[in-house]
Each structure stands twice: as structure tokens, then as C-alpha cells.
């Protein structure tokens, strides 16, 4: 069975700096692609960054986030630096993937960690 297990989140102030990880774990053929999502309470799911072979950005993070992938260890991380009160949000991790025995890419989603950016 697939999983993606994400680690890093916690309490930070506003300037701040935080490093989330997910690692893909399980019989995986192959994975296209790995990023973050977020949501707070009250809003809807959105995008924060994904990446291929190159990333992708929401406007609003951009500058600030960079987002890395290890595909060795199938694990992608986010590095988020100048971290703002808006940013506080469960993130949670997602990867479009193969898995093995199956010949159709499906999406996976972690837990979620919890962010919290206030002083």
C-alpha cells in the first residue's frame, strides 16, 4: 500500500523559517509529479507548489518558498522562509504516481501537518 507521510510542521513566528518533508513509502513504479497543498479554516484547498522536472508556484508564496524533490528517496520537501500569519494552514502533501502492479496514474495524499505562523 502507497503512503505519504509528511513531517515538519509546528508553531513559528511571523518571519520565520520551517522545513516540511513527505516521503512516499510502498510498492511505487513510478512518480510524475510531488507538491503542497494548504488550507485553513473556512477556505478551500489550494495549490502552494509542485514539481516535475522544474517547480511551479502560487503567486502568493513566490520568493519566499522553494520547493525540492528527492527522487532516490521519493520524498519532496518545502522549504518555506519569511513565513507570514496567512500562511498558517494544514499542509498536505500529494503525488500523482504509478503504482506497482498497476499501469494508470493515480493521486495520493498524506495526513496533513498543521503550520501555525503567530507571535
Known amino acids: 500500500q502507497v503512503r505519504l507521510v509528511e513531517s515538519g510542521g509546528g508553531l513559528v513566528q511571523p518571519g520565520g523559517s520551517l522545513r516540511l518533508s513527505c516521503a512516499a513509502s510502498?510498492?511505487?513504479?513510478?512518480?510524475?509529479?510531488m507538491g503542497w497543498y494548504r488550507q485553513a479554516p473556512g477556505k478551500q484547498r489550494t495549490l502552494v507548489a509542485a514539481?516535475?522536472?522544474?517547480?511551479t508556484y502560487a503567486d502568493s508564496v513566490k520568493g519566499r518558498f522553494t520547493i525540492s524533490r528527492d527522487n532516490a528517496k521519493n520524498t519532496v520537501y518545502l522549504q518555506m522562509n519569511s513565513l507570514k500569519p496567512e500562511d498558517t494552514a494544514v499542509y498536505c502533501c500529494?503525488?500523482?504516481?504509478?503504482?506497482?502492479?498497476?499501469?494508470?496514474?493515480?493521486?495520493?495524499w498524506g495526513q496533513g501537518t498543521q503550520v501555525t505562523v503567530s507571535s
Open positions: 514539481i516535475t522536472d522544474t517547480p
Open positions: 510502498g510498492s511505487i513504479a513510478s512518480i510524475y509529479v
Open positions: 500529494n503525488a500523482i504516481l504509478v503504482a506497482a502492479g498497476t499501469t494508470r496514474p493515480s493521486p495520493y
